[in-house]
């Protein structure tokens, strides 16, 4: 059974600096994909970042290039994500999500990841 369990979420000043972690479980990830999304009351879940596990390829959406950077550790099979300069509408909670690509690019559809950890809030004050 895969598992996602994300961590490292808090409070943070603008400006500031977060690093979030996710363990994944229950698997080889060989071919895979892992990938951030965040959720803000009231709006849809936005994708962040994806990263394949086998290559280390990533995708970045616009809004956080510069600022927000996905990373993996296969040694502690863990995905990062860096996040600097951030801002309070940066708030929100934050998943960690698994899927498996099978040959296919790397995706920001969140339909295509079929593991999810339960989430982590981060706050960005002012």
């Known amino acids: 059974q895969v598992q996602v369990v994300e961590s490292g979420g808090g409070l943070a000043q603008a400006g500031g600096s977060l690093r979030l972690s996710c363990a994944v479980s229950?698997?080889?990830?060989?071919?895979?994909?892992m990938g951030w999304f965040r959720q803000a009351p009231g709006e849809e879940r936005e994708f962040l970042a994806t990263?394949?596990?086998?290559?280390?390829?990533?995708l970045h959406t616009d809004s956080v290039k510069g600022r927000f950077a996905i990373s993996r550790d296969i040694a502690k099979n863990t995905v990062s994500l860096q996040m600097n300069s951030l801002k309070p509408e940066d708030t929100a909670i934050y998943y960690c999500?698994?899927?498996?690509?099978?040959?296919?690019?790397?995706?920001?559809?969140?339909?295509?990841?079929?593991?999810w950890g339960q989430g982590t809030q981060v706050t960005v004050s002012a």
């Open positions: 999500a698994a899927g498996a690509l099978g040959g296919r690019h790397l995706r920001s559809q969140a339909d295509f990841y079929s593991y």
């Open positions: 990263i394949s596990w086998t290559s280390g390829s990533t």
């Open positions: 229950g698997r080889s990830f060989g071919g895979w994909a």
